[in-house]
C-alpha cells in the first residue's frame, strides 16, 4: 500500500490529518483525542509495521 493509498483509507476512516509541527514530510493523524506522528513519501510504499503502528496508535 502507498502512502497515498493509506492517507486517503485515514480520511475514510474519519481520522484528521494535518500537517505536523514544523511542516516537512511528516503528518499528524488525530481522531477522537489519539494522535500518531507519521513520515508521508507520497507514492512509495509505506511499511508494514508503519502502518500497524499508526492504526494501533490511532485506535483504528
Known amino acids: 500500500m502507498k502512502y497515498s493509498e ?3 483509507w485515514l480520511k475514510s476512516q474519519g481520522v ?4 505536523a509541527r514544523g511542516g516537512g514530510s511528516h503528518r499528524k493523524a488525530t481522531i477522537n483525542e489519539r494522535n500518531s506522528i507519521f513520515p508521508f513519501h507520497g507514492s512509495k510504499e509505506i511499511p508494514e509495521g ?3 503502528s499508526i492504526i ?3 485506535g483504528l
Not at 484528521?16 to 500537517?19: A, L, M, Y
Open 6 to 8: 493509506f492517507l486517503r
Open 16 to 19: 484528521t490529518i494535518e500537517n
Open 50 to 52: 508503519t502502518r500497524k
Open 56 to 58: 494501533k496508535d490511532l
